[in-house]
């Protein structure tokens, strides 16, 4: 998608009051990222590897009112749903954070990625800190591998 990822876009839509389901039809099999469109509005989501029949599967579930994930992602999924249940944190990344995350992406270090966003240094830092530490990642790679699987990088 040439201006946003698919996550954003449907962000977008709900916050325009657009009351469409939406089916994720992606190539990433990444239980994360499937917990994010499903926080973002989702209500399905299917690999393009095990598209054709299975779509339709999943749009006849979506119009009955159900959510639908691929199987080869369910238990994935359903350990992420325990883990919200368990009381445990869920991760979505705020407006700030993802701007954050873009200069990252770009190179920037904290210090120019703070001058950018007007910000102080110490706050775009946080901004980082709070993402790594809900991702459960460890480094800036990681963290850009992350940005990557959800479509961040793509312009």
Request: hydrophobic fraction near 40%; aromatic fraction near 4%; proline fraction near 2%.
């Amino acid at each position: 998608m040439p201006v946003m990822n698919g996550l954003d876009a449907v962000r977008k839509l709900k916050e325009q009051g657009v009351t469409a389901k939406v089916i994720f039809l992606t190539m990433h099999a990444d239980d994360r990222l499937l917990a994010e469109a499903f926080r973002c509005g989702g209500s399905g989501y299917v690999l393009k590897q095990s598209a054709g029949e299975e779509l339709i599967v999943a749009i006849r579930q979506v119009l009955a009112g159900r959510k639908y994930v691929t199987p080869m992602l369910a238990k994935e999924w359903a350990q992420e749903v325990s883990k919200g249940i368990d009381g445990q944190k869920k991760v979505t990344l705020t407006p700030r954070q993802r701007e954050v995350l873009k200069l990252v992406i770009e190179g920037c270090t904290m210090k120019e990625v703070a001058n950018r966003m007007g910000i102080s240094t110490r706050t775009a830092e946080s901004h980082k800190y709070e993402m790594m530490e809900g991702l459960g990642v460890d480094s800036t790679a990681e963290l850009i591998q992350y940005a990557i699987k959800i479509g961040l990088t793509e312009t």
